[in-house]
Every structure is written in structure tokens, then in C-alpha cells.
């Protein structure tokens, strides 16, 4: 019953996640873009850990030519099925090389929490700033280490999905914070009746918080120009018990 991370998930990842407001986050990420400078017509984007597709599609939505990557062969099966009008591709995050420069690259969903010690970060980091055409933004959010400790009230969710095949998922995920590791372990439980089977999993999911005195030194170190931490949904700068930041670092004009 125990899978790994991304895997048996993906199949009822879009029922469970319904809800996410994936197209308040674009409009956040590219009226941001825009204040800045970055021109978006016909723009080349590229959406790290995109998973099912979702914050992809919004992408594409707005006119931009994305291509979306993935360390996921399932999600990325999902996503394929969904929106075979988009390129998906497969790529470890630390260590992806494409052949192309975007002017816009994005990382949503807190994805980044998953690279669980510094120097994953900054390779992540590294990989995105090489990717950029000058002038180019990068754009992603991150839950902070109080996110992380204190991710959900009571500790813990639970709901029932229709999915779109018929049949439903009933998903219970449970969270704890590993004070030895400072890390954030959720054991996501889902059982999915379709069909007239039944069948259940687990998948284990960890990840490290991140503050912005903790993004400063990977930013710096990725090569960027110049960086701003904020809240959404209104730009502020953070308050110190904030549970999650969006960060918005830009490339150097010239290379």
C-alpha cells in the first residue's frame, strides 16, 4: 500500500485539489511580471514541478508558449492526457537542462519545499537562472518553517472526491512535524472506489521550511540580479508568522 512520493497520487491528484485557486495565483504571478517590465506577448515560459498540469494550463491560457517540467513520469502522464497541446517533459529539478531560455519560469504549489537541505535549493536555483533569458523572472512561493511545523489545523485533512470517471476518492492526510529533522512529514492516505474495485495507498511526503533569511543566501548564490519576498495575494513584505512566501528574483539584463 506504500507508494512513492507522486505516484499513485497522481491518478486523483486533480479531484483531491480541486479547489486550488490556480488562476488567482497566475493573475498574482503575471500582473507582477508585467509591473515589472517583462513584456508577455507571445512570451516562452517554463513551469517547474508542474505536475498534473494545472497552474500550466492557466499559464497557457493567458498566451504564453509553456512548456512544463516534471521529476514525475505519472503526473506527467496525467498532465500529457489532459493537455496534449502542451510539451511536458521530465527533468529533476536540480539537474535539468533544456535547450531553450524563457523569459518567465515558475514553481508553484510550494514545490520547492520538497529539496530538503540548502544545497538542493540552490542547484534548483542555479538551474532556473540558467534558464532565463536576460531580464527573465523567476517566480515560485515557498511555505515558511512555520508553514511547515503548523501546516494544517488540527493537523490533519480529510475529504471524499467525485472523480471524473465516475466512482470517488476518500483521502485522509495526516501531518507531524519532525522536530530532529526540522522537517514536515505528511502521510497522505487515499481510497479510491471506481469501477466496482477498491484499492488504497500511502504516500510519505516530507518537507523543509524555508524563511526569507534562509532564500537569501541560494538566491544570491543561483547568480540573480536582484530578488523581492512578498505575501499574497497584495505584494506586502512578510510578517514574521507568515506560513508561506512568493518570490520573485530576475535575471541579469545582460549575460
Not at 479531484?15 to 508577455?40: K, N, P
Not at 515560459?45 to 505536475?51: E, Q, R, V
Not at 512548456?67 to 514525475?72: A, I, K, N, P, V
Not at 514545490?111 to 540552490?122: C, G, M, R, V
Request: glycine share 10%.
Amino acid at each position: 500500500m506504500q507508494r512513492p512520493p507522486f505516484t499513485a497520487l497522481a491518478a486523483v491528484y486533480d479531484a483531491i485539489m480541486a479547489d486550488v485557486e490556480y488562476d488567482h495565483w497566475a493573475d498574482f504571478v503575471l500582473t507582477y511580471a508585467r509591473d515589472g517590465g517583462l513584456e508577455l506577448a507571445d512570451a516562452s515560459a517554463l513551469d517547474l514541478a508542474c505536475g498534473t498540469g494545472g497552474f500550466t494550463r492557466e499559464l497557457t491560457a493567458a498566451g504564453l508558449r509553456v512548456t512544463g517540467l516534471d521529476g514525475s513520469e505519472d503526473m506527467l502522464r496525467e498532465a500529457r492526457a489532459r493537455q496534449p497541446e502542451i510539451e511536458f517533459v521530465a527533468g529533476d529539478l536540480r539537474t535539468f537542462a533544456l535547450p531553450g531560455r524563457f523569459e518567465l519560469i515558475t514553481c508553484v504549489f510550494d514545490s520547492l519545499n520538497n529539496l530538503l537541505t540548502a544545497e538542493d535549493l540552490t542547484a534548483a536555483l542555479t538551474r532556473a537562472q540558467a534558464h532565463l533569458k536576460p531580464g527573465g523572472l523567476l517566480a515560485f512561493d515557498v511555505n515558511t518553517r512555520l508553514g511547515v511545523r503548523e501546516l494544517w489545523e488540527g493537523d490533519a485533512i480529510e475529504g471524499l472526491a467525485p472523480l471524473p470517471g465516475g466512482g470517488e476518492v476518500h483521502y485522509h492526510w495526516s501531518h507531524h512535524h519532525d522536530a530532529g529533522a526540522d522537517l514536515g512529514v505528511v502521510q497522505a492516505f487515499c481510497r479510491i472506489e471506481e469501477g466496482g474495485e477498491l484499492r488504497e495507498f500511502v504516500e510519505t511526503h516530507r518537507e523543509r521550511g524555508y524563511d526569507p533569511a534562509d532564500l537569501e543566501g541560494p538566491l544570491q548564490a543561483a547568480g540573480f540580479a536582484r530578488w523581492e519576498i512578498v505575501e499574497y495575494p497584495d505584494y506586502a513584505p512578510p510578517m514574521p508568522d507568515v506560513p508561506r512566501v512568493w518570490v520573485f528574483a530576475w535575471a541579469g539584463a545582460e549575460e
